[in-house]
Structures are given as structure tokens and as C-alpha cells.
């Protein structure tokens, strides 16, 4: 548009040129009989044409000045905009080195807490373990002198230790009695439960073996 126009503006003013000396130029004569008559020459009268070219450079003018308001508003936009990325990075930039801190003690700590939980159950399983062979040895000692308490209600020399299934028979003058030895909160085993429903209900009976 800005070709255009200077292509325009310079045929017009050619043209202007061209018209005010060579179509229009008046003989010694002619200027001597205009003078005299007191008229004016083309050249002393006011042009439409520039008139026009006027107009249209003062409209260029102002198209440009607010060309370069357009612009220079822009780029303060655009300054402006930059400047508002660079803060929004920067504060980014800071959150992550913030996030990363704090994830890395929250791992830190998970990790120090798993290790607790690990020396917990570890100690947990040694007590525990600890704690049923404790009970072990003392239902062991307990099956051992239980003949000897005041809370076993057999004769010793009528008693057989048998450990298992059961722990002790009673071979009593009339009546034969199985005898588990149980201390604390201790539980019959199934088989031992099996043993005892059997005798409740008279499953047992005697069997003679010969060997020759």
C-alpha cells in the first residue's frame, strides 16, 4: 500500500510539473497581456490536484502515526507479557525446587519410619518367638512334674508318660484315664480334641497281639 502510494503521489506531481511548464507556460506576449489586464497565470492560482496530494499525505500521516501507536502499544504488550513469563517461570522454578525438598524428606521420613516398622516386627517375632518357646518348655516341665502337684488327682505308680498324643495314661484299678497336661492358655491340638470325642463316646477298645 505504501508502494502504491508513492507510485501515485509521484505520477500526480509529474503530472503537475508537466502541466505548469510545458502545457501552460505562456508566451512573453500572452504574460505581458495578462499583466496588463491584471490576470493571473495558472501558476498563481491555487491547484485542486494539490489540494488532493495534500489530503492524501496528511492521511498518510495520520495513518502512520497511529501505525506507531498500534506498534508501540503492542510491543509494550508484548514487554510486558515477556516479563509476566519470566515471573510465572521463576515462581515455577521455585516451586519445584520446593516440591522436590519436600518430597525428598517426606521419602526420607517413610523410608526411617519403614525402617522402625521392620525393627518392630522383627523384635515383635523374636518376643513372640521367645514367648511360645517359653511356653513350650514350661508345658514340657509342667508334663514332667505334674505327677507331683497337688492339683494332679492320680497316683504317680499308676501313671505312664507318653508325651504323645497324650501326655499321660492312668491305669487305674477301675478305670483307664487319659491324661493331657495343658498350662496357661494352651489348646487341645485337633488330634488330641479327636482323641478325647473318642473316648467320650466309647469308641475304644482292646486288642490282644500275639507274636511268635
Not at 515455577?92 to 516386627?121: D, F, H, M, P, R
Request: hydrophobic letters at 30%; proline letters at 3%.
Amino acid at each position: 500500500m505504501d508502494i502504491f502510494l508513492a507510485l501515485l503521489f509521484t505520477g500526480i506531481l509529474g503530472f503537475i510539473v508537466y502541466y505548469n511548464v510545458y502545457d501552460h507556460k505562456p508566451s512573453k506576449k500572452a504574460k505581458k497581456q495578462e499583466i496588463k489586464e491584471g490576470y493571473e497565470t495558472p501558476t498563481q492560482q491555487e491547484n485542486p490536484l494539490s489540494k488532493e496530494i495534500d489530503k492524501l499525505i496528511e492521511k498518510e500521516k495520520e495513518k502512520d502515526i497511529i501505525h506507531s501507536t498500534s506498534v508501540n502499544t503492542l510491543t509494550q504488550e508484548i514487554t510486558k507479557l515477556k516479563e509476566k513469563q519470566s515471573e510465572l517461570l521463576l515462581t515455577n522454578k521455585n516451586w519445584q525446587t520446593s516440591y522436590n525438598q519436600l518430597n525428598a524428606e517426606q521419602l526420607s521420613k517413610i523410608g526411617s519410619l519403614e525402617n522402625k516398622i521392620s525393627e518392630v516386627s522383627a523384635e515383635k517375632q523374636k518376643v513372640t518367638s521367645q514367648k511360645k518357646s517359653s511356653e513350650v518348655r514350661l508345658g514340657h516341665i509342667a508334663e514332667t512334674l505334674a505327677p507331683f502337684l497337688d492339683q494332679f488327682e492320680f497316683d504317680p505308680e499308676t501313671c505312664t508318660f507318653m508325651g504323645r498324643p497324650i501326655d499321660y495314661i492312668s491305669f487305674g484299678d477301675d478305670k483307664i484315664t487319659f491324661i493331657e497336661i495343658k498350662s496357661g492358655n494352651s489348646q487341645l491340638s485337633s488330634k488330641q480334641r479327636l482323641i478325647r470325642d473318642l473316648v467320650k463316646n466309647k469308641h475304644v477298645a482292646w486288642k490282644e497281639v500275639r507274636i511268635k
